[in-house]
C-alpha cells in the first residue's frame, strides 16, 4: 500500500480550537454580511446590473448564515466585535468609494480583493475543517468563484477607462490585505491553515482576475507587489 501523508487529528472542542474560531468564524461572519450590504450598495450604482447583484447579494446571506451554523455547532460564540474592527478600514475605503459614486473601485474591493481572500481562505480551510464546517465551505466557495467572474466581466468590458481608477484603488487596498493576513496568522495556524497557502491561493486569483481583465504580466507584478511589505 503507497504510504500517505496523515494529517494529525484537529480537537475541535479543545478550548485552543474554539478560541482561534471565534475569531475567524466572526470574521467570516462579518466579511459575508458586508459582502451582502456591498453588492446591495453597488446595485444601487449600476441599475442596469441591479437584479443580478442583488442575486449575488442573497448569496453572500445564505453564506453568513451558513458559517453563523457552523459556529454553533461547535458551540463557538464569534467576536463581532473583534471582527467589525478587523475589517474597518477596507470597509472604510468601500464607503468612501460608494459616497463618490466610484463603482470601478467598489468591484475591485469587493468583487476582486475581497472575494479573491475569501476564496484562499475557503480553499485553505476545507481540507482541515470539521465535517459539517467542510460541507458549509464546499458549497460557498463555488459562489465566490461566481461573484469574482462577476466584476472580472465587468471590468473587463470596461477595461480602458477603468485602468487608471483600478491601479490607484490597487494600491491603496492590497496593502490592507497583507495586513489583515498578518493579523490572522496565528489563528488561522490553530485551525491548520498556512500563511504561505493562504497568500499563494490569494495571488493566484487575484492575478489571473487582473490578466481576465486585461493587464499585462508586467502590470500584474507591479500592481502585485503593492503592500508586500505590510
Ligand atoms: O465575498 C465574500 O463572501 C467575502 C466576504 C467573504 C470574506 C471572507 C473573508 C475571509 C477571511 C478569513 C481569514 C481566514 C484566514
Ligand atoms: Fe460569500
Ligand atoms: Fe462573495
Not at 203 to 217: D, H, K
Request: net charge negative; aromatic share 10%; with cysteine.
Amino acid at each position: 500500500m503507497p504510504e500517505v501523508a496523515v494529517r494529525p487529528e484537529q480537537d475541535f472542542s479543545s478550548e485552543i480550537y474554539k478560541d482561534a474560531y471565534s475569531r475567524i468564524n466572526a470574521i467570516v461572519i462579518e466579511g459575508e454580511q458586508e459582502a451582502y450590504s456591498n453588492y446591495l450598495s453597488m446595485g444601487e450604482m449600476l441599475p442596469e446590473h441591479k437584479d443580478e447583484l442583488t442575486t449575488l447579494a442573497k448569496m453572500e446571506n445564505r453564506h453568513k448564515k451558513g458559517f453563523q451554523a457552523c459556529g454553533n455547532n461547535l458551540n463557538v460564540t464569534p467576536d463581532m466585535a473583534f471582527a467589525q474592527e478587523y475589517f474597518a478600514q477596507l470597509h472604510g475605503n468601500f464607503k468612501q468609494a460608494y459616497e463618490e459614486g466610484k463603482i470601478v473601485t467598489c468591484f475591485l474591493i469587493q468583487s476582486l480583493i475581497i472575494e479573491a481572500f475569501a476564496i484562499a481562505a475557503y480553499n485553505i480551510y476545507i481540507p482541515v475543517a470539521d465535517p459539517f464546517a467542510r460541507k458549509i465551505t464546499e458549497g460557498v466557495v463555488k459562489d465566490e468563484y461566481k461573484h469574482l467572474n462577476f466584476g472580472e466581466e465587468w471590468l473587463k468590458a470596461h477595461f480602458e477607462e477603468s485602468k487608471a481608477e483600478l491601479e490607484a484603488a490597487n494600491r491603496e487596498n492590497l496593502p490592507l490585505v497583507w495586513k489583515m493576513l498578518n493579523q490572522v496568522e496565528k489563528d488561522a495556524k490553530v485551525l491548520g491553515m498556512e500563511k504561505e497557502a493562504l497568500v499563494e491561493d490569494f495571488m493566484i486569483s487575484y492575478g489571473e482576475a487582473l490578466a481576465n481583465i486585461g493587464f499585462s504580466t508586467r502590470e500584474i507584478m507591479k500592481m502585485s507587489a503593492y503592500g508586500l511589505t505590510a
